[in-house]
T-cell receptor, first 112, second 112 residues
Framework: KQEVTQIPAALSVPEGENLVLNCSFT??????LQWFRQDPGKGLTSLLL?????REQTSGRLNASLDKSSGRSTLYIAASQPGDSATYLC???????????FGAGTRLTVKP | DGGITQSPKYLFRKEGQNVTLSCEQN?????MYWYRQDPGQGLRLIYY???????QKGDIAEGYSVSREKKESFPLTVTSAQKNPTAFYLC???????????FGEGSRLTVL
């Protein structure tokens, strides 16, 4: 069964820093991997979707990479801002089954 | 605008009562999902549906029921058999096997 782990569970950085959030998964047989942002009490907002044939995706200050063979993905946030403070979740779509497997998330705080 | 609408946003229930959470999408997506989120945990799949009049149990289906009579709608009923129903419930939808997963804003259920 696919397991998804996110480290660290929480991260606090000063404004302006570049930072990396990590996601690891146990089974490399995936369709895709998706990164989400969740603000307190809200639903999940999709940030980036990486198909299994892709190595990375970029959107603005965000860059997500995927290394299927090692079971890892990273979300790089450039020039962090207080508005980036949220919980970031990664999820993988296994090739077997029709659901997504989620990590528990990394809670990010960016201090002004 | 296209999206997923969940209602109600907040719901209080007495023990022994059934409640139904609504999920409506106008994205024309075939697949719809219900997840449960508890503090500090990843999302857990309750039920999913790939097509009208068909649905499958997820990891934690006990005490829940669903229906999929229309493509746009996927309501979730939390029955009195669910022993610990207080949680944040999230509805999602996806187009196609490799498509992006989109979420609604969530419904918070509290059992008094």
């Amino acid at each position: 069964k696919q397991e998804v782990t996110q480290i660290p569970a929480a991260l606090s950085v000063p404004e302006g820093e570049n930072l990396v959030l990590n996601c690891s998964f146990t089974d490399s047989a995936i369709y895709n991997l998706q990164w989400f942002r969740q603000d307190p009490g809200k639903g999940l907002t999709s940030l980036l979707l990486i198909q299994s044939s892709q190595r990375e995706q970029t959107s603005g200050r965000l860059n997500a990479s995927l290394d299927k063979s090692s079971g890892r993905s990273t979300l790089y946030i450039a020039a962090s801002q207080p508005g980036d403070s949220a919980t970031y979740l990664c999820a993988v779509r296994p090739q077997s089954g029709n659901d997504m497997r989620f990590g528990a998330g990394t809670r990010l705080t960016v201090k002004p | 605008d296209g999206g997923i609408t969940q209602s109600p946003k907040y719901l209080f229930r007495k023990e022994g009562q059934n409640v139904t959470l609504s999920c409506e999408q106008n994205l024309n997506h075939d697949a719809m999902y219900w997840y449960r989120q508890d503090p500090g945990q990843g999302l857990r799949l309750i039920y999913y549906s790939q097509i009208v009049n068909d649905f499958q149990k997820g990891d934690i289906a006990e005490g829940y029921s669903v229906s999929r009579e229309k493509k746009e709608s996927f309501p979730l009923t939390v029955t009195s058999a669910q022993k610990n129903p207080t949680a944040f419930y999230l509805c999602a939808s996806r187009e196609g096997l490799g498509g992006e997963l989109f979420f609604g804003e969530g419904s918070r259920l509290t059992v008094l």
